[in-house]
């Protein structure tokens, strides 16, 4: 089909945008392709790449029209209630499209190009925040609200058990530190430890070097966690849900580390490796 005849069968990149959330709704992400799409609008899929270069491109502006389509907070309010304004409306818009939010997670540049993020980012400037940690603390209040959840309860603690400690929401700048005298937090290195940082977090530091470290996860909303490793005792899982912004690991020399990264993920640092997004 000739650009001419697309113009006359009314095939426009909105149109695309139009039938490709049509087609979410009813199927989901999983069930969207190029050919599905074509056949819905009743053209050839070649005809498709004349408005979009990919599927991915195609996401993209899947993610923007979800984005654009969220009321921004009323004017005239504190920070506060603007912040929570916008990711309220935010919320609800991603829970009326199935996967939205996988949608969102897979491009998170789209995330970082929408008003929402830009008046997240002001309305935080406004608060105080210099540009820089404002922009990392935007960014995670949308990851979390798009990956938000029930956490699990946590068992019990019963004596003799592996240790556990968790950095919940609203967390920031914690400190946990092995030894006496050195942090906010200190860890003792008699007992064996599992860790979960869980959102909304933001800048938490875990330096377990010398501890009994059983297992390690990062939960959807923590943004921004650097953590040291000591030598394994043994296999150590880590695990990095989608939603999670911002990791750096950092590992001992000689210790092997293989890490169980979920789609959606953005921003981790293994070493010199780093991944913007997965």
């Known amino acids: 089909m000739s650009p001419e005849e697309e113009r006359q069968h009314g095939l426009t990149r909105e149109r695309l945008v139009e039938a490709a959330l049509a087609w979410i709704r009813e199927e989901g992400l999983d069930g969207l392709s190029m050919r599905a799409l074509a ?27 979800i984005l654009e389509s969220v009321r921004p907070a009323r004017g005239g309010v504190g920070w506060r209630e603007a912040v929570l304004e916008t990711a309220g409306a935010l919320g609800r818009r991603v829970a009326s499209i199935k996967d939205a939010d996988r949608i969102l997670l897979e491009v998170p540049e789209a995330i970082q190009r929408s008003q929402v993020y830009a008046h997240l980012k002001r309305h935080l400037e406004s608060a105080g925040l210099q540009p820089g940690e404002a922009a990392d603390v935007a960014f995670a209040v949308i990851v979390q609200v798009i990956t938000a959840r029930k956490a ?18 609203g967390s920031r700048g914690v400190a946990l530190l092995r030894g006496e005298g050195l942090g906010e937090i200190e860890l003792n290195p008699r007992h064996p430890w599992r860790f979960q940082i869980q959102g ?79």
């Open 152 to 169: 699990p309860e946590a068992p019990a603690f019963k004596a003799g058990a592996v240790a556990s400690i968790a950095i919940d929401s």
């Open 200 to 278: 909304a977090t933001w800048n938490t530091v875990v330096d377990a070097s010398g501890l009994d470290v059983r297992e390690i996860k990062f939960d959807s909303g923590a943004a921004k966690a650097e953590i040291f490793l000591p030598l394994p005792r043994g296999v150590v899982p880590i695990e990095i849900s989608s939603g999670v912004v911002g990791v750096t690991l950092h590992r001992p020399a000689g210790a092997a580390v293989i890490a169980d990264v979920h789609t959606g993920a953005v921003r981790l640092k293994l070493d010199d490796y780093s991944s913007r997004a997965v």
């Open 39 to 65: 056949d819905q609008l009743a053209v050839k899929a070649a005809s498709l790449y004349w408005h979009v270069r990919d599927r991915r491109e195609l996401v993209e502006l899947l993610a923007e029209a």
